[in-house]
């Protein structure tokens, strides 16, 4: 029954990652957004060794209470980027900030959950790798309905809940770009190829 279950698993993982343009490897499932979005933010602060996160006030809590206590118990240095009358970042401050040669990751959500937003995934993903940054971006409002293109989107960490596009509550994934590692949150098993200990 077990290997039954687990074929099911990798079938899954492997239409996920098709959707996607990604590998079924990079594919990790975890319990929703909120643990994808820890398991990015804090795997990279330690493993990747992040001293500094760059946000923006209107993020969800997994991502901005996180942060707020990475900054109290790890003294993590967290910047809020300026946002204009309906949450669009300035580019050119993410810019400046980028160039201060700080291990950094930028954690910006793709669509804000309560006023729309959209984030130009594609123009962030690419400061970011110009300047040595890391970039995470909370997807949980887009995926499933809007087309993402990992093979062309330089990103390292993307994230989702089901529940957004009728899957199951308690399931989504967090995608980690292949060059890319982190850590587990969770240990006490080899599931998630090591990544997501939990039956």
Do not use: W
Request: charged share 20%; proline share 3%.
């Amino acid at each position: 029954h077990g290997r039954k279950v687990k074929g099911i698993i990798e079938e899954a993982r492997g239409s996920v990652a098709k959707m996607l343009g990604c590998s079924p490897g990079e594919i990790f499932f975890t319990s929703g957004g909120t643990e994808a979005d820890n398991l990015a933010i804090r795997g990279s602060v330690a493993n990747l060794g992040i001293e500094n996160i760059i946000s923006s006030a209107i993020e969800h809590h997994a991502v901005g209470h996180t942060a707020e206590a990475l900054k109290t118990h790890e003294q993590i240095e967290v910047v809020y980027l300026t946002l204009d009358s309906k949450g669009n970042i300035d580019l050119q401050e993410l810019r400046t900030y980028l160039q201060d040669g700080v291990p950094t990751i930028v954690s910006l959500m793709h669509a804000n959950n309560e006023i729309a937003t959209l984030l130009p995934l594609a123009e962030v993903a690419q400061l970011c790798r110009q300047n040595g940054a890391y970039f995470h971006s909370d997807t949980v409002q887009t995926m499933g309905h809007y087309a993402f293109d990992l093979a062309t989107l330089d990103i390292d960490f993307i994230t989702c809940a089901a529940h957004k596009f009728h899957g199951p509550k308690g399931v989504g994934f967090l995608y980690v770009n292949k060059k890319t590692r982190v850590n587990p949150l969770i240990h006490g098993g080899a599931q998630e190829r090591g990544l997501r200990g939990g039956t």
